[in-house]
């Protein structure tokens, strides 16, 4: 079992839909980010926070919008996203940016 | 730019085999080097880690890998694969460099199918 609990495991939404994606972690790590990932390709970076604050944006469009509440969460917010937005997100946090990055299980999204 | 790259995209081998998966990066300088490994539907795991001391380091589940600074490899082996080692396997660099945004590079992943 991974130490970093992603909620909802799965998402189905429509175009127009608003929805967030939730991550948890009380490991005491000060770095998290959000990943997506294709079948059998290698995670994709998004954002990246450190000590909260948003440290790395990967020129992701702004349909994706990162919230990190405090130092155990971090959220995606999702607006009006396009069927190749479809893909497995993931969370991952790290006591630092330098340090091993421990992954959650992931949601797998649906755009219809 | 600074990027990884794994020799084999997929590699079918038969348990008992000894496995060896292919790392290179393009980095002159410091890195941090890592392994995780992705089973069928699972999330990612952390294999092993190198960043500094003896290049030869030992992880989870037999695997060990090998750190040759000068040829800017870190290639994985275990001795006797599993039928359980079927996975995806990744390569990741963290470039340590003033001016580097500590942002690991992932390789595109090996794909190890191991028949019973």
């Known amino acids: 079992d991974t130490e970093v609990t992603q909620t909802p495991k799965h998402l189905v939404m429509g175009m127009t839909n608003k929805k967030s994606l939730k991550c948890e972690q009380h490991?005491?790590?000060?770095?998290m980010y959000w990943y997506k990932q294709k079948a059998k390709k290698p995670p994709e970076l998004m954002f990246v926070y450190s000590y909260e604050k948003l440290s790395i944006n990967e020129s992701v469009p702004s349909r994706f919008s990162p919230e990190c509440p405090n130092s155990s969460l971090l959220n995606l917010h999702l607006h009006a996203l396009q069927p190749e937005d479809s893909a497995l997100y993931l969370c991952a946090s790290s006591q630092t940016v330098n340090q091993p990055q421990h992954f959650g299980d992931g949601t797998r999204l649906s755009i219809l | 730019a600074q990027s990884v790259s794994q020799h084999n995209h997929h590699v079918i081998l038969s348990e008992a085999a000894s496995l060896e998966l292919g790392c290179n990066y393009s980095y002159g300088g410091t890195v941090n080097l890592f392994w995780y490994v992705q089973y069928p539907g699972q999330h990612l795991q952390l294999l092993l880690k190198?960043?500094?001391?003896d290049p030869l380091v030992k992880g989870i589940k037999g695997f060990e890998a090998e750190f040759i600074k000068s040829k800017f490899s870190f290639n994985l082996r275990k001795p006797s694969v599993q039928w359980s080692d079927t996975a995806e396997y990744f390569c990741a660099v963290l470039p340590l460099g003033a001016g580097n945004n500590r942002k690991l590079i992932w390789g595109l992943g090996t794909s190890l199918a191991v028949n019973p």
């Open positions: 190198y960043f500094s001391g």
């Open positions: 490991m005491g790590h000060r770095a």
